[in-house]
């Protein structure tokens, strides 16, 4: 895959008349002083009006398409900084030559979008590319998502979204890397790696924005926008690990989140933006804030005004404000009233000039439209391989899956030709017209009988009138393959949801089509878990498709027929019920943990039970204390079995490189995929520890009878924690590793100690 994606990059660097050996531009080729010096140059001959400028970023809502002409003027007093949403490539280059020509110190523009899975390819949403478990398939989507962008001149995305999520309530769940630190970090670096590309002068290249920083995935009750509460070990063990990785990995930009974290503000946050980034981990590019978040902490109650939000977000170091204008209309001031200084705005009109010429915006602010390579057929390929991978098989009774050929397949369900729905969240881009179905795909080559009854219009649907239909369409087939789940409205931003049933009557369906008798296949086609409790014995296969996007449809139909075997696993735990919410496999021991044997469910307590804690330990009464499926999790049409477990050491010390190794055998008749996972748990810390933590995996391709020798190797720092006296350490004492199929995979222990 590594070679592939480079090809990648070698051709549409050759297509886009760039040479990755040979950059011509001049700014990467600076060192870092001779930069410095470039921008101490530019800031010296800018006013203080021009460099309050470059802190603004202006732009439209993705429906707006008129660009007011007063904008124009803006530019031209050198008022602007950044744009967002600019559509039109005309303007793009318009505002752009105006900016290089006619404002007062010709600083660029940088235009921004929210390019998060996909421009006009739409890959899956980073939920289901997280299920990949392949970074190197992300990295190459990121590139080729890029690659299409930066053909509107597009040169900075807000994306990779590094929020852990713990509730699938939380609507923007869909755009997270799931509830794992490592897996998110691990992504987050993919998507790092293929937006800014091997060099971030290349014209194909977009800064990177890791955001939201931080702990806006931990919204109370998952309502978008809602207060986290999150105390500081857990800030950095858990929420701050992927956004750390995306600094070592060069991350151009970061972005604010519009919540409260422990009562701050997170764009007033000085502790996070200037201690940690800057302090602790040298963070050297620019923070934008999210969409009017700074002047939001007005109604957050942390700010009595836009001049006190200014102060304190830019006292922050917020470097670059999104939308609103309270930098805009009140820095001068600040700055002449000495509550703020001028060497602070100089900070951070520094940090911006720096990407923008990281960028080598100064050398080519124009862009190339060379809209040829939009859905070029090699990226199309590339969204259906990371389709083909994110798609997880969760339960398949009776190997009713693979299809036969001589089945008869009634196709019914809300999404199985919804050619807009399957894109996701976050596609401005992506037009429906080039997306393939499922039903679709089976329309393309049909080497199967079968029938179409869609049964219920949309996911939401609650009108019964099509069943009658769908239900005879069921009954002439051999297998019903159900196409449901929730429409792409239904998650992303402010796409909260308190009940995590499939929407609308899809249950009566399901129900009423289990009477028929006939085997059912759901395809979940969601931007989050989806709670089956009420269904799931109904159904005899299950198939996670997340929102698999354009080539979602050739994807689902070569799981479904077995031309490929299902190789995603789950990036998050998947609840029985909303109730069990937050759920994930890291959490900690308790001093009452579950003993399987000794729960009591309610349904067995006596009436007029004496007054006792029946079993004791930490569970509910009514749902027990296991998800419906864990993390990690994900079936195949093949069979893996582990042998020959083994550790380097069982005494180590600290600073030490540790090998973990095990032989994966494909035991079944078909080739297939497997993810190892190796977790570990640290037994006694001086504070707890996790039950476990995903430490490494790898993804496997095996042919059935074939077997392979995995070799884990980490280092006793990748086993580090923060601690309460806020340094990372690693402790001395025992631990324990697992290499499994999941984090509920307990088969294969290991144990050591570090001296
Ligand atoms: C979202 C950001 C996004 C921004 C610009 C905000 O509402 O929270 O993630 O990048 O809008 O579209």
Not at 61 to 64: F, K, L, M, Q
Not at 401 to 405: F, S, V, Y
Not at 592 to 595: A, D, E, K, L, N
């Given at each position: 895959m590594k070679n592939y994606s480079l090809l990648f990059v070698i051709i549409y660097c050759l297509i886009s008349g760039c040479n990755p050996k040979e950059s011509t531009n001049t700014a990467i080729n600076e060192t870092e002083d001779a930069l410095e010096s470039r921008i101490d140059s530019i800031l010296s001959k800018m006013t203080l009006e021009e460099k309050i400028g470059q802190t603004a970023q202006r732009g439209k809502?993705?429906?707006?398409k008129e660009l007011p002409e007063e904008l124009k003027d803006a530019v031209r007093k050198g008022e602007i900084g950044s744009f967002l949403n600019i559509m039109n490539k005309e303007d793009a280059k318009e505002l752009q030559r105006i900016a290089i020509e006619?404002?007062?110190?010709n600083i660029p523009l940088i235009f921004a979008r929210d390019v998060i899975h996909g421009f006009k390819t739409i890959f899956p949403i980073p939920l289901g590319q997280a299920g990949t478990f392949d970074p190197e398939l992300v990295e190459l989507g990121a590139r080729i998502s890029a690659i299409e962008a930066s053909t509107?001149?597009?040169?900075?995305?807000?994306?990779?979204?590094l929020d852990i999520s713990?509730?699938?309530?939380?609507?923007r769940i869909a755009e997270s890397?799931?509830?794992d630190p490592y897996l998110t970090a691990v992504m987050g670096t993919a998507y790092v790696k293929g937006f800014q590309g091997?060099?971030?002068?290349?014209?194909?290249s977009m800064a990177a924005c890791a955001k939201h920083?931080?702990?806006?995935?931990?919204?109370e009750g998952g309502r978008d926008y809602n207060t986290a509460n999150i105390n500081n070990v857990s800030l950095h063990n858990t929420y701050l690990k992927p956004f750390k990785k995306a600094v070592e990995t060069n991350v151009a930009t970061f972005m604010t989140g519009f919540n409260d974290l422990n009562g701050i503000p997170a764009s007033g946050n000085t502790y996070l933006?200037?201690?940690?980034?800057?302090?602790?981990?040298?963070?050297d590019g620019f923070v934008v804030s999210d969409w009017n978040s700074i002047i939001e902490m007005i109604p957050h109650g942390f700010a009595k005004n836009e001049y006190q939000a200014a102060e304190k977000s830019a006292k922050a170091m917020l470097d670059m404000e999104m939308t609103s204008t309270a930098y805009q209309n009140n820095l001068k001031t600040l700055i002449e009233e000495g509550t703020i200084s001028e060497n602070q705005l100089n900070s951070m009109v520094r940090n911006i000039l720096r990407i923008k010429l990281r960028l080598g915006l100064f050398e080519?602010?124009?862009?190339?439209?060379?809209?040829?390579?939009?859905?070029d057929q090699k990226h199309l390929e590339a969204a259906k391989e990371t389709a083909l991978k994110s798609i997880v098989l969760l339960k398949n009774d009776n190997n009713i899956?693979?299809?036969?050929?001589e089945q008869r397949l009634a196709i019914i369900?809300?999404?199985?030709?919804?050619p807009h729905e399957?894109?996701?969240?976050?596609?401005?881009?992506?037009?429906?017209?080039?997306t393939i179905t499922p039903l679709l795909s089976f329309k393309k080559d049909s080497i199967y009988n079968f029938k179409y009854s869609?049964?219920?219009?949309?996911?939401?649907?609650?009108?019964?009138?099509g069943f009658a239909e769908a239900i005879q369409t069921a009954k002439n087939s051999d297998i019903i393959l159900f196409f449901g789940g929730e429409e792409s409205?239904?998650?992303?931003?402010?796409?909260?949801?308190?009940n995590l049933d499939l929407p609308g009557a899809q249950e009566q369906l399901i129900t009423e089509l289990h009477k028929i008798g006939k085997p059912i296949v759901l395809i979940l086609m969601a931007g989050r878990p989806i709670t089956l409790t009420n269904i799931l014995d109904k159904v005899d296969a299950v198939i996670c498709a997340w929102h698999?996007?354009?080539m979602g449809g050739d994807a689902i139909k070569e799981i479904l027929s077995g031309k490929v075997s299902p190789s995603g696993r789950l990036p998050v735990t998947w609840p029985k019920?909303?109730?069990?919410?937050?759920?994930?496999?890291?959490?900690k021991n308790t001093g009452?943990?579950?003993?399987p044997d000794e729960y009591v469910h309610m349904d067995s307590i006596p009436i007029g039970?004496?007054?006792?804690?029946?079993?004791?330990?930490?569970?509910?009464?009514?749902?027990?204390?296991?998800?419906?499926y864990p993390f990690g999790y994900g079936l195949t049409y093949s069979n893996f079995e582990y042998s020959d477990?083994?550790?380097?050491?069982k005494s180590i010390k600290k600073g030490d490189t540790i090998v973990v190794k095990a032989t994966v055998t494909n035991t079944g008749t078909v080739k297939a995929s497997e993810v190892v996972q190796l977790y570990f748990r640290d037994m006694v810390g001086s504070i707890t520890r996790p039950?476990?933590?995903?430490?490494r995996f790898k993804r496997v391709a095996l042919d059935a009878g074939a077997s392979k020798e995995i070799e884990f190797t980490f280092n006793t720092?990748?086993?580090s924690f923060y601690g309460v006296d806020k340094k990372w350490i690693v402790e001395s004492g025992d631990f324990m590793l697992w290499v499994g199929k999941?984090?509920?995979?307990?088969t294969h222990e290991l144990t050591f100690v570090i001296e």
């Open positions: 809502s993705s429906r707006v006619e404002s007062p110190n509107y001149g597009i040169r900075w995305t807000f994306a990779p979204m713990r509730d699938p309530r939380w609507g890397g799931g509830e091997e060099d971030l002068s290349l014209p194909t920083f931080v702990g806006y995935g931990a919204a933006l200037k201690e940690v980034l800057r302090d602790q981990w040298g963070f080519n602010p124009y862009f190339d439209p060379n809209s040829d390579i939009l859905y899956l693979p299809l036969k050929r369900g809300p999404l199985a030709d919804a399957q894109l996701g969240t976050w596609t401005f881009d992506g037009e429906k017209e080039h869609q049964g219920l219009s949309f996911s939401r649907d609650k009108k019964n009138a409205i239904l998650s992303g931003e402010a796409h909260s949801r308190a698999p996007g354009t019920e909303v109730g069990q919410i937050p759920i994930y496999y890291n959490h009452r943990p579950v003993v039970a004496w007054q006792s804690s029946l079993g004791n330990t930490s569970h509910y009464l009514d749902l027990g204390y296991l998800p419906q477990v083994s550790i380097s050491s039950i476990k933590e995903l430490l720092d990748d086993l999941d984090a509920q995979d307990t």
